[in-house]
C-alpha cells in the first residue's frame, strides 16, 4: 500500500510480543481522519486498526494512546521520538485478504516501519459477523457506529453469561434487548426463562412472553411453585418465617415424613417405596394438617395429664379452614384441667405457620394442591415456568418477601435443571435437545455467601455444570464483587455496563483476557447502555453501544412530572388497604 494511502494512520515503531506501538503520521490531522465523509475515531480506545502483511491483514485494538512527551518514562516513550503521537495497539487477529474471513489470533507479527491503517466498514464487515441464523444482534459499535455486533446466539445461551454494570448502567435494558431479538428475529421455540424480582421485563416482551406472577391481575397468569417440592425445614421457613427450635424441627421433620409416606402409599402414580421417603422427599403432601397437630399439641389441656383420652376440647377445629383447635383454659395453682405434656413448646411456631398459610403473598406456594388419583401435577407446574410455547417466561416474583421468593427460585432452578439431567439428548423435553436458558436478575441474591442454601447450590450447578446438559445462565447482577469467584468464571460471555466500585470493577478487569485488560479501565466512564462485551460469544472484545429495547421495560426513573401539578393531600387508601390486605383471610 502506498505511502499516502488514504487510510494509514502510521507505522509500527515497537513491537513487544502481541504489543505495537504505533507512531502517528506527522501529517494526520488530530486522530480523526476523515475518510468517505465520515470521521474515523482511530485515537479511541477499543478502535480496530489493520496491518497490511501481504495475504493477511493484522488486526488489532488500540489500548493505550498519548504524546510522548506527557508519558514520562513509560514504555513507548523510550522508542517514539520526542513529539509524535503515538498508539498502543494489541493484536488479536487477522482478515485473510483472499477470503476476506477473519480468524482469532495471529500467525506472523508485524516488521518496523510497517504502515499501519485504520479499520474501514469493508474491513469491520469482514470481522463482525452479520445477524443471522447463529447470530443475534445486540448492538451497534461504539467505535463505528454503522456496523452491528451480534453475539454467536449458540455460544451465548450454553456457556453463560454475566451482564453486570451499576444500578441505572442498563443492564435490564440489555437483557431485555437481547430477550426481543431472540423472541422476534427467528427463535420462536426459544426456552428462556426470566426470574424478574422487580416485574419490570413484562412490558418489554409483550405477547412474546407467558408472565406468571405471584399476585397475578387474573387467575390465569398465577405462579405456582408448590411448598412440597421443598425440604421440611424450608417449608417451615417459607411460611413461619424461622425453623423453629430443635424440638419443634424435630416434630413437624416427624409429621411430614409421616404425611409424604402416607400419600406415596396412596397415589398409583408414584412409584416410590414409602419406606424410603423422608421429610425431604419432594412428593405432595398437605401442610395445612401438620399445622393443625402442632397447634393442637401447642394448646391441648387434660383432666389428667398422662392421659390422652381425657383431653378437654371444646373445639376441634378445622385443619383445611385453618381453624385451630380450642381448649378449656388450664386450671390455675395446680388444679385441673393440666396443660398437655407438649403445651407451649413449639412456642409461637404454628402461629406464625397459620398466618404465612394465610399470606396472599405465598399463596403461590400452595399451588397446585396434588391428588393422589394422578395427575402428577409437576409437569404442568414445570410447563408454565418455561411459558407454555412462548419462546419467552417471566417469572415474577415483586411483592414477595425476599426469603420466601430465594426459596422459590431454588425450587424452580433445581427441578429444571434436574429435568434436563435427565433428559437424554435425543430425547423429549428440556435439556440438550431443547436448551434452556435462565436469566438471574439479582444474581448475587441467589448466588452470594447468604443465599438460601437450595437457590445457591441450583445457581451454582448450573453454572458448573449446566453446558452438558443445555442449561445456559445470564447472570445479572450490579455486584460482581459478591458473586463467587467461581461462578463469574464460569461465564463464557460479560456484557460489562458501566461500573463504578472499584471492587467490581477489579473483579471484573480480572474475569477479561489479558489481552484486553486495558478495556477495564474504561468500566467508569462507560455511558448508559453502553458496554464492553467480551468472551466467546463475538470474535473481538470490543465496545458497544447496546440497543435500546423496544419497548423498554418498567425500569425508567420516576420523573417529578407531578411535583409540577396542584398540591393535594396524597390518597394513600389503596396502597394501604392492599398492604393490610396482605393478612387477609385466604
Ligand atoms: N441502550 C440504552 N440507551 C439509552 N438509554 C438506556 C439504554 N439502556 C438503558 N437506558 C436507560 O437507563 C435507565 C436504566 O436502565 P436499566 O433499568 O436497564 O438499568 P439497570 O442496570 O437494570 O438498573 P438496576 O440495577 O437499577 O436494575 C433506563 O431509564 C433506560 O431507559
Ligand atoms: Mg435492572
Not at 469493508?122 to 463505528?144: M, Y
Not at 390465569?220 to 423453629?244: H, I, K, M
Amino acid at each position: 500500500m502506498p505511502e499516502g494511502s488514504p487510510t494509514r494512520v502510521g507505522a509500527v515503531r515497537h513491537v513487544l510480543g502481541a504489543r505495537v506501538t504505533v507512531a502517528l503520521d506527522g501529517d494526520l490531522a488530530g486522530v480523526a481522519p476523515i475518510f468517505r465523509g465520515r470521521l474515523q475515531p482511530i485515537g479511541q480506545i477499543g478502535s480496530l486498526v489493520r496491518f497490511p502483511q501481504g495475504l493477511v491483514d493484522l488486526v488489532g485494538q488500540v489500548s493505550l494512546l498519548g504524546i510522548s512527551e506527557l508519558a514520562g518514562t513509560s514504555a513507548p516513550a523510550e522508542v517514539v521520538q520526542t513529539g509524535e503521537r503515538w498508539l498502543q495497539v494489541q493484536l488479536l487477529g487477522e482478515i485473510d485478504r483472499s477470503t476476506l474471513r477473519f480468524q482469532r489470533g495471529v500467525g506472523s507479527y508485524p516488521g518496523l516501519d510497517d504502515p499501519v491503517h485504520f479499520a474501514t466498514a469493508d474491513d469491520l464487515a469482514a470481522v463482525f459477523p452479520l445477524a443471522g441464523e447463529n447470530h443475534l444482534r445486540i448492538g451497534r459499535l461504539a467505535a463505528a457506529e454503522d456496523v452491528a455486533l451480534c453475539l454467536d446466539a449458540g455460544r451465548f445461551v450454553v456457556r453463560h453469561a454475566a451482564v453486570v454494570g451499576s444500578t441505572g448502567s442498563g443492564k435490564t435494558s440489555a437483557v431485555a434487548s437481547i430477550l426481543q431479538r431472540f423472541a422476534r428475529d427467528g427463535w420462536p421455540a426459544a426456552n428462556i426463562v426470566v426470574i424478574d424480582p422487580h416485574g419490570e421485563y413484562p412490558r418489554a416482551l409483550g405477547d412474546d412472553a407467558a408472565v406468571s406472577s405471584v399476585l397475578p391481575r387474573d387467575a390465569t397468569n398465577q405462579l405456582s411453585v408448590p411448598y412440597w417440592a421443598l425440604p421440611a425445614a424450608d417449608v417451615l421457613e417459607v411460611f413461619a418465617g424461622s425453623r423453629g427450635r430443635p424440638t419443634t424441627r424435630s416434630r413437624f421433620d416427624e409429621l411430614v415424613a409421616e404425611a409424604r409416606r402416607a400419600f406415596v402409599a396412596e397415589a398409583d402414580w408414584l412409584k416410590l417405596d414409602p419406606a424410603a421417603v423422608t421429610a425431604d422427599t419432594p412428593v405432595p403432601f398437605e401442610v395445612r394438617p401438620i399445622w393443625h397437630q402442632l397447634d393442637y399439641e401447642n394448646n391441648e389441656t387434660r383432666m389428667e395429664a398422662k392421659k390422652p383420652d381425657t383431653v378437654c376440647e371444646e373445639d376441634s377445629g378445622k385443619a383445611f379452614e385453618l381453624n385451630p383447635a380450642r381448649f378449656q383454659a388450664y386450671g390455675p395453682g395446680g388444679a385441673a384441667p393440666f396443660k398437655g405434656p407438649m403445651h407451649g413448646v413449639h412456642d409461637s411456631v404454628p402461629e406464625l405457620l397459620r398466618l404465612g398459610l394465610m399470606d396472599p403473598r405465598l399463596r403461590f406456594f400452595q399451588e397446585p394442591r396434588a391428588d393422589a388419583a394422578g395427575p402428577d401435577p409437576l409437569i404442568d407446574v414445570m410447563a408454565s415456568w418455561l411459558g407454555g410455547d412462548k419462546p419467552v417466561s417471566v417469572l415474577d416474583f415483586s411483592g414477595v418477601p425476599s426469603r420466601a421468593a430465594e426459596l422459590a427460585v431454588g425450587v424452580v432452578l433445581n427441578l429444571i435443571f434436574e429435568a434436563a439431567v435427565r433428559t437424554p439428548a435425543d430425547g423429549v423435553g428440556i435439556g440438550r435437545p431443547r436448551p434452556v436458558l435462565v436469566a438471574l436478575e439479582e444474581a448475587h441474591r441467589y448466588l452470594g455467601r447468604d443465599a438460601a442454601a437450595m437457590a445457591g447450590d441450583a445457581a451454582n450447578r448450573i453454572a458448573r455444570e449446566g453446558r452438558k446438559y443445555g442449561v445456559g445462565l445470564v447472570l445479572i447482577t450490579q455486584r460482581p464483587s459478591e458473586l463467587p469467584e467461581t461462578a463469574l468464571a464460569q461465564c463464557g460471555s460479560i456484557i460489562a455496563l458501566r461500573l463504578s466500585n472499584s471492587a467490581d470493577q477489579g473483579r471484573i478487569r480480572s474475569a477479561l483476557p489479558d489481552s484486553v485488560a486495558g478495556l477495564a479501565d474504561i468500566l467508569p466512564s462507560l455511558r448508559t447502555g453502553e458496554a464492553i462485551v467480551t468472551g466467546e460469544a463475538v470474535v473481538l472484545p470490543v465496545r458497544v453501544l447496546v440497543d435500546l429495547p423496544d419497548p423498554v421495560p418498567l425500569a425508567e426513573d420516576p420523573t417529578l412530572k407531578a411535583w409540577r401539578e396542584a398540591a393535594t393531600v396524597p390518597d394513600l387508601a389503596p396502597a394501604v388497604a392492599a398492604w393490610r390486605g396482605a393478612y387477609d383471610v385466604a
